[in-house]
């Protein structure tokens, strides 16, 4: 069996699924070659993902962020909102992307450029749904590395939006 840098009970961020928690690596025979996946529970989408040992790095399968990437995510909010005034279309692009990167401070980007305050214009539904799949994504994170609980996390990020 392979060695992998993941541990059973590990925390993980997968960039398209967010934080999942490792429950081992298993090895599996397919089409005649064996693979040592590493096994990844999605808790919050209900889904398990097997992924290669080897291909784990070039697949994006990073640890954690430390505490110290999580504050950069964090004082990131606390900026300036850089929203463009380019067409919907090709932001929701920039954001899917950057909330799919699984980066910590690109996914507080969109949370902060799509944040609105009581007193600002309403979003379209396409915003507000791009907004709460980032902020969900950057709880779960916070949550994890905090160990406090996702919506804990979420009230916490929202506090500093509104800050």
């Known amino acids: 069996m392979a060695k992998s840098e993941y541990d059973e009970g590990d925390y993980v961020v997968y960039p398209t ?17 064996t693979l040592d996946l590493i096994v990844i529970k999605f808790e919050k989408d209900r889904m398990t993902l097997r992924v290669p040992v080897n291909k784990a790095a070039n697949s994006g399968l990073r640890k954690l962020s430390s505490r110290k990437m999580m504050d950069t995510a964090l ?28 980066d910590p401070v690109s996914i507080a980007e969109v949370v902060r450029d799509l944040h609105r305050s009581a007193d600002q214009p309403d979003q379209s539904y396409s915003e507000r749904q791009m907004y709460q799949a980032a902020l969900d994504r950057l709880a779960r994170e916070l949550a994890a590395v905090e160990k406090i609980d996702e919506t804990a996390a979420a009230t916490k990020l929202e506090k500093l939006l509104a800050a």
């Open 17 to 33: 699924h967010g934080v999942g928690r490792v429950l081992g690596i298993e090895t599996q025979e397919v089409a005649e070659v």
């Open 75 to 102: 004082t990131t909010l606390k900026g300036r909102s850089r929203a463009k005034r380019t067409m919907w279309s090709r932001r929701a692009q920039e954001y899917e992307a950057k909330i799919n990167s699984g």
